[in-house]
């Protein structure tokens, strides 16, 4: 386990080297002017090579790029043109919202998404199989947006129970916090949990169908054991990759999401940015989130790993 | 704006991240796209005015989202209400609306001379600008995308202001006299035109709606949506034909007048020059009251607006909604929320 795990760890420093390339070069093909950007409606020529001297706007692309990098490397990952903030105090700022996003969205997901492929597969090509499989297609098909705003106005405005947008942090107060975060997390969660739910299904329906399972049976093991103990574990494992792509993918900022409920968090802070050519944030961002990213996968293999000790040599 | 010299000099370039002022609140704290919080700053000259302690400003891109939370109580006042949305938030007893013209414009800024992309007919023969100018219904423009609330115009302030030059009024539509100078110009054909949109659900309507009725008059617009900080760098570089631009508007007329008509002014996307119209520009900044100044602008408008570069449509309304309980609450043109004098019923 350990030297494959430094053979992963080692991987890291050229794939990052390779992204922070992507990132830089793909920002710089973005049109758009960020000293006018920023500038606003004033438009001062003296006010703009200001601006532009000030952020290395007017040095060549590789020298920026130099400059950058030898940020990163001193953890300076640069200054927000826009917001005039560090760019590591924003990350430290969103990170922690959108990771409890996230993960509440994932816990969501796994819930109902494991527990209806579950049922789904033990109880197939029954009525309760169909009703599953129909609300599995339902949450797939709902765009988020529009969950989100009929959920505002069901629970906000009609019946009063939540409120209809923002975020409290739970170290200020928890339950206020769950109360911003639920119904957020429940439309990332809500796609999601389809997709879990169908690909549960599908692991466990062959699980359950091969000859472990079967042994098992004969040797008079009761059905919950069979099923949780046994057909369940294998059935894991392909869940277990899916939710740490897609906890990646959530800690990018859910960006409609975030728009909607007024969470301040990535997705927000990476679409204003991009929209105002705030490249030191853009870059920053995205570098973190392609580290995390890469980090997860990592974790999702040695979760793999020890889900399944036949993948252990 | 009066800020404190000495916050100033001590902050630098970061003083907008705690400003120091004179209001009648002071900055507590900022959370970057979450929350600016003020409170009530008792050194104040008019303090005994401000009955309200704390003010949370919360940024809500979605205007739906806003009006949600108005309507549930979570927020007690929401500015920039669509105008979509005035018949659903006077229904409501539990809540109130403040509006007022705002102080700037929508229009079609036309390339007269930006660049290359401006020596064609649209862009060199004024007879066309007119043309385009006549084939729109302005009242119909703001009746279909903002259900008549918003003001149709025709100059860089609104009918409402005291500079408007009532000597051209907002032109009714005559899509006669368009075709009429359309074919004074020598087009035979439908005339291509590439309108520049910035990507927001607005202005794609808008823009929708001019193509559908200029069409009828003989023009063929080509609607090219863009996003808004990659068309403002296409307008610098003079890549467009026509580009669908609004101004937030200043209290001055000056303010929409000087940076958009004067030769090789910053905001000049049109690159318009007139040596005449520059000079009565500057002479208006020079008069000291209202009928010297209006004069000065009388002349610019009588070749500004016959010329081009800027067809005027419409202003909007500056729509703010707030609960019932609020009381004294009065908005201004410029957009500013002011609380003093502002009352919060338990």
Not at chain 1, 75 to 85: H, V
Not at chain 2, 63 to 86: F, Y
Request: proline content about 6%; hydrophobic content about 45%; some cysteine.
């Amino acid at each position: 386990m350990l030297p494959f795990l430094g053979k992963r760890l080692l991987q890291l420093i050229p794939t990052l080297f390779f992204v922070s390339v992507i990132i830089f070069g793909l920002q710089q093909l973005l049109p758009g002017d960020p000293a006018l950007a920023m500038a606003g409606e004033e438009r001062d020529p003296a006010v703009l090579e200001q601006i532009r001297r000030q952020y290395r706007l007017d040095q060549p692309l590789h020298i920026q790029y130099l400059y950058w990098v030898g940020g990163v490397l001193s953890g300076n990952l640069g200054e927000s043109m826009r917001l005039k903030e560090p760019v590591l105090t924003l990350i430290a700022q969103k990170f922690p919202v959108t990771l409890q996003l996230a993960l509440m969205a994932i816990a969501i997901s796994l819930a109902i998404g494991v527990t209806a492929g579950v049922i789904s597969a033990v109880k197939r090509g029954t009525t309760v199989d169909y009703a599953v499989n129909a609300l599995a297609l339902w949450g797939i098909s709902t765009p988020n947006f529009w969950l989100g705003i009929l959920l505002i106005f069901l629970f906000a405005v009609h019946l009063g129970w939540l409120p209809a947008s923002g975020y409290v942090s739970p170290f200020e107060d928890f339950w206020l916090s769950l109360q911003t975060t639920i119904l957020p997390a429940f439309v990332l969660g809500n796609s999601f949990a389809a997709v879990l739910m169908r690909h549960t299904r599908s692991a466990m329906l062959q699980a359950m169908g091969s000859d472990y399972v079967r042994t098992a049976r004969a040797k008079g093991l009761a059905e919950p054991v069979v099923i949780l103990k046994h057909a369940m574990r294998n059935a894991l494992t392909p869940v277990v990759t899916l939710g740490a792509l897609e906890l990646g993918t959530l800690l990018s900022g859910a960006v409609l999401t975030e728009q909607v409920f007024s969470i301040p968090g990535f997705g927000k802070l990476i679409v204003d940015s991009v929209f105002n050519r705030d490249y030191a944030v853009v870059q920053g961002v995205t570098l973190i989130t392609a580290t995390t990213y890469i980090l997860l996968n990592l974790l999702a293999d040695i979760a793999y790993v020890l889900i399944n000790p036949r993948l252990r040599n | 704006m009066i800020v404190s010299p000495k916050a100033a000099n001590e902050a630098g370039d970061k003083f907008g991240l705690k400003p120091v002022c004179a209001g009648p609140f002071k900055f507590v704290e900022r959370v970057q796209q979450d929350r600016i919080v003020l409170e009530k700053f008792a050194g104040y000259w008019n303090a005994s005015n401000v009955h309200v302690d704390r003010v949370v400003f919360r940024p809500i891109t979605e205007s739906t989202v806003r009006l949600a939370n108005l309507k549930s109580g979570s927020l007690e006042m929401i500015e920039r209400a669509l105008a979509t949305d005035l018949p659903e938030i006077r229904a409501d007893a539990k809540l109130k609306l403040a509006t007022v013209p705002e102080l700037g414009y929508e229009g079609v800024t036309v390339n007269i001379g930006k660049s290359d992309a401006g020596k064609t007919a649209f862009g060199k023969d004024p007879r066309i600008i007119q043309a385009f100018s006549l084939s729109l219904d302005r009242e119909a423009i703001t009746r279909v995308a903002f259900n008549g609330e918003f003001l149709p115009g025709n100059q860089w302030i609104s009918p409402k202001n005291p500079y408007f030059q009532s000597k051209f009024p907002v032109p009714k539509r005559d899509v006669a006299k368009a075709k009429e100078l359309l074919r004074a110009a020598g087009v035979t054909g439908p005339l291509a035109i590439d309108l520049m949109v910035p990507n927001n659900p607005e202005t794609r309507q808008v823009a929708e709606i001019i193509q559908a009725m200029a069409g009828e008059a003989g023009f063929d617009i080509k609607i090219r949506v863009t996003e808004f900080a990659t068309s403002l760098k296409e307008a610098e570089e003079g890549r467009y034909q026509g580009y669908m631009l609004g101004w937030s508007g200043r209290v001055d007329p000056d303010g929409n007048a000087y940076m958009f008509h004067r030769t090789n002014a910053p905001l000049n996307y049109g690159g318009y020059s007139n040596p005449e119209v520059d000079k009565w520009l500057d002479e208006a900044r020079t008069k000291g009251t209202l009928p010297e100044r209006k004069a000065a602008y009388e002349k610019v408008a009588e070749k500004v607006l016959s010329e081009g570069p800027i067809v005027y449509l419409y202003h909007r309304l500056m729509i703010i909604a707030h609960t019932a309980k609020l009381d004294g609450y009065k908005p201004m043109p410029d957009g500013l929320i002011r609380l003093t004098g502002v009352k919060l019923k338990p």
